[in-house]
């Protein structure tokens, strides 16, 4: 075989090769954007998994086995579910729907305004009007037989998770064992490391969580309370639950307690505004950097860029589940392509 003939030969080898990992990395996406729902059951799933594994490992210290650790851990989640009934759980989901109704009704109100202003309509403008930007909360809001189909179908969706979490997180080493036989014999062993640390990090990040989320929950009943705000109690709850989101979640539970605030009256949206940024303050000075004491933080662009993405392409769990999916991601990547091929990190610039 002449030079050339062996030229143009590894030219067609290796576009053979890229039109390949094309075709896979497409066939990849259009896989997951046509189940996207199941894979982020998944990855929830693997989230409560972690949180599993990361309560045994806090009560290893204690000298409780790890299968002890586990039963301790599932036992938890089904007294915080048995609790959650028995102790009005179903009123508090009315309370929640009733002041779902009330951000609603100032979310009209507020339209309203605007029109009565000329805003909304573009009278004083040439722009189509705020009217057609601003969401109407009919819309926001679905009625009572489409929510119900909705809590079913999440409770489903609940079960899954929960059922998925139990069984990765008992036996760890047997799905892992799995998806390390996929490799070579001479990688098995880096990808066995890369997998540990990923699902070290996914640990620390969710103990990071629940420290930010009981924090802004605590600070905003205290808050909250102390200036008579209604529904406080609600208010912190959502606060603290949508604290698992970053930077888009405080911001919701932000505009939610002004809203709310605003129909008891505009002095009381401002001290809840007021007690908002105490909130955050904590937690951006407080909470957060103790956090990133024992997991990798996200540089914020990039948390807020793959949030917005995430939320485009699928919704609202998108959003919710975004950051720990980037998260993964940027570890596997970090250490199998910047650490093993690229050879580590790029030193600072000069």
Known sequence: MTEQAASEA????????????????GIALFVFWTA???FFLILAGLL????????????????????????VAYLLLLLLIAAAFIGGGVVIVQQFNDLVQLA??????????????????????????????????????????????????????????VFIAIFVSWQPDLYRRGIVSLFPPTRRQRIGETLRNSAHQLTMWLAGQAVSMATV???????????????????????????????????????V????????SPQMALNGLLVYVVIQGVESNVTQPMAQRWATALPPALTLGSQLV???????????????????????VGDLYVKDTLGGYADDAP
Not at 132 to 149: M, N, Q, V
């Open 48 to 71: 409560l998994a972690a949180a599993f594994s990361g309560v045994a490992y806090g009560l290893e210290f204690a000298g409780v086995p790890r299968i002890g650790g586990l039963l």
């Open 310 to 332: 995430f939320g485009l392409l699928f919704g609202l769990i998108g959003v919710a589940l975004a950051v720990p999916f980037v998260a993964i991601v940027k570890t596997l």
């Open 217 to 255: 929950f605590m600070v905003s009943l205290v808050g909250l309370w102390a200036i008579g705000m209604p529904n406080a109690f609600l208010l912190a709850l959502q606060a603290g639950l949508l604290a698992f989101v970053p930077t888009l979640g405080p911001f919701v539970a932000g505009v």
């Open 10 to 25: 590894a030219f067609i080898r290796r576009t053979v090769i890229a039109a390949g990992i094309v075709a896979a990395i």
């Open 104 to 161: 609603a009704g100032q979310i009209d109100r507020l339209a309203e305004l605007l029109q009565e202003s000329g805003f909304a309509d573009g009278r004083q403008s040439d722009d189509p009007g705020l009217g057609t930007i601003l969401p109407s909360a009919s819309g926001l809001f679905s009625s009572a037989s489409r929510a119900a189909y909705a809590i079913l179908g999440s409770l489903g969706n609940a079960f899954v998770v």
């Open 257 to 264: 307690i002004v809203l709310v605030g605003f129909a008891d």
């Open 36 to 38: 996207s729902l199941a």
